[in-house]
């Protein structure tokens, strides 16, 4: 049975997020990203949000957050809502000021009867996913130290609007079966808050990592158990993982490829833009963090159209 499927009601995309996290300098992996981001917002004349995601506090470093911005300036990346530093960011962009939001999209579920609570230790996992272990425990939701999991069904079919390229009809991956909505220490998870902060800023273009896809089936299933459900409107492009000629993740690259690095070298940014372009082509040479995207986009075969 497909989950309700708007997607025929044609919107626009017209707004766009960057979403850093501020858990580690940003590296090459995060500017090919963005600059994909702001070249396709560009080409389909959506805004861009800055959208920094600090939930996990434990990982969050001043230092971190700084880089983000020092990065977005020192790139001339663009952005047209969100922090413009760390101080607004803090006093108005916190994701810990959308608390009472996430509480109420979890009131919902489970006021809809979409949740089971869970007590398992991450070691009961089976080759990482969740095999369904306390769906009829009947475990109590408001009992100390338990995750709350979302009740799914592997046979959901996932309507999906994406750039350029046909999908088969998509299903949640076994690693999203009964994902967790709320971790054991009560705060919401990564899942359910984007979908927050999405629907709550009209984000409506999303720019990904192809590793992300299963996450991004994991919130358009959870986007369609909130009412209202404009998220399947939503215009994603999951860009193929970044290699360097080696074959090794430019994500998982460090020291080096941090731009704060390149900074402190004296780069400027169309050197960061070629040597980034050039990790993973040396042939390429864009200029600028836009011919960069742009360079990206044709590469990797993302075109205007919207399927
Ligand atoms: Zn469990």
New binding site residues.
Partial sequence: MPLSDTSHIAQAPRLTRLAPTPSGFLHVGNLLSFAATIALADRLHAKVLLRIDDLDRDRLRPAYLQDIFDTLHHMHIPWHQGPRDPEDFTGNWSQSLRMARYAEFLDALRAGGHLF????SRT?LVDGN?P????H?N?PLDQPGV?W?LITSPDAIIPMRSIGKKRPPMRLPPSMYDFVVRKKNGEPAYQLASVADDLQFGVNLVVRGEDLLPSTLGQLYLASLLPPNPFPQTVFWHHPLLEGPSGHKLSKSAGDTSIRFMREQGMSPAEICTAAARMIDPGARPQNVLELGNWLLQREGADDRII
């Avoid at 609570?117 to 398992?120: R, V």
């Avoid at 369904?132 to 769906?135: A, D, F, K, L, W």
């Fill in positions: 609570a869970c007590d398992c009961q969740y369904g272990t306390c769906r425990k475990i995750a999991r």
